[in-house]
C-alpha cells in the first residue's frame, strides 16, 4: 500500500485566495483525521470523519475552513478565503475501525501539506 | 479538559541514554503513543502502551508509565545520530478517537 497520499506537497498563496487540500487513506480504513502543525500550538485535530461522515469538526478554527469526504478514498479541506495566519503543515492521517479486542489501531499520517499564505 | 505537556528541547551525546517525558491529564486514557517526526516527514508511529501497562520494551525503546501521575517517558537506548527528530508524545481515549498531542521534544544528538 502507498500509505496516505497528500497533495500539494508544498503551497504558496496569496492571502485572499482559496486553497484545496487533499487526502487519500488508506484502503479500507474507515476513520480520516485532519491535523494543523505550527510552531506555537503544535499538532490540533481539526476534524475528523467515520465511514465518510463528519464526527468531530470542533476543532475548525471558522467559517472559512471546510471539509468533505465525498467517498471512501478521498478527502478536501478548503480554506476561503486564505489569511497569513494558515500558514501551517496540514497532516492528513487514518486507521482501521479498531476491533473488539484491544488493539493500538496504529494511526496512519501522510507526509503532509506545507501551506505558506503570503 | 485534555492536555499533554512535554519539554521541548533535548541535547544528548552519541551513545548515551536519551529520557523524553511527557504528562498528560485526561485519566481516561486507554492509549498512550510516541510518534517521530523527521524533519520534513509526517509523523511515525515509534511505540505505544496500554494504560493498565507500566512498561514495555522494544528493543533500543523503553516506555515508562506511571498512571498514578499521568506520567509517561520515552528511553532511547545507545542514542545515534540517526535518532534526531522531534518526538510526540500523545494520548487517546479509544482506538477510534483522534490523538491529543504534546508540542513535541526535538532530540539533538551530539556526534
Known amino acids: 500500500d502507498a500509505g496516505v497520499i497528500q497533495s500539494p506537497r508544498h503551497e504558496v498563496t496569496e492571502m485572499g485566495q482559496e486553497v484545496t487540500l487533499r487526502c487519500k487513506p488508506i484502503?479500507?480504513?474507515?476513520?480520516l483525521f485532519w491535523y494543523r502543525q505550527t510552531m506555537m500550538r503544535g499538532l490540533e485535530l481539526l476534524i475528523y470523519f467515520n465511514n465518510n461522515v463528519p464526527i468531530d469538526d470542533s476543532g475548525m478554527p471558522e467559517d472559512r475552513f471546510s471539509a468533505k469526504m465525498p467517498n471512501a478514498s478521498f478527502s478536501t479541506l478548503k480554506i476561503q478565503p486564505s489569511e497569513p495566519r494558515d500558514s501551517a503543515v496540514y497532516f492528513c492521517a487514518s486507521n482501521h475501525r479498531a476491533g473488539e479486542l484491544r488493539s493500538y489501531n496504529e494511526q496512519f499520517f501522510g507526509p503532509g501539506t506545507r501551506l505558506t499564505v503570503l | 479538559g485534555e492536555d499533554v505537556e512535554q519539554s521541548l528541547f533535548l541535547s544528548v551525546r552519541e551513545g548515551d541514554s536519551s529520557v523524553i517525558n511527557c504528562t498528560y491529564t485526561?485519566?481516561?486514557?486507554?492509549?498512550l503513543y510516541w510518534y517521530k517526526q523527521e524533519p520534513g516527514a509526517g509523523l511515525q508511529l515509534l511505540t505505544y502502551i496500554f494504560s493498565n501497562m507500566d512498561m514495555k520494551q522494544d528493543q533500543r525503546l523503553t516506555v515508562l508509565l506511571n498512571k498514578k501521575d499521568k506520567h509517561l517517558s520515552l528511553r532511547i537506548a545507545d542514542t545515534q545520530t540517526g535518532d534526531s527528530a522531534i518526538y510526540f508524545c500523545a494520548e487517546r481515549f479509544s482506538g477510534n478517537t483522534p490523538l491529543v498531542f504534546g508540542k513535541g521534544t526535538r532530540l539533538s544528538v551530539i556526534a
Open positions: 484502503s479500507g480504513h474507515d476513520y
Open positions: 485526561d485519566s481516561s486514557s486507554t492509549y
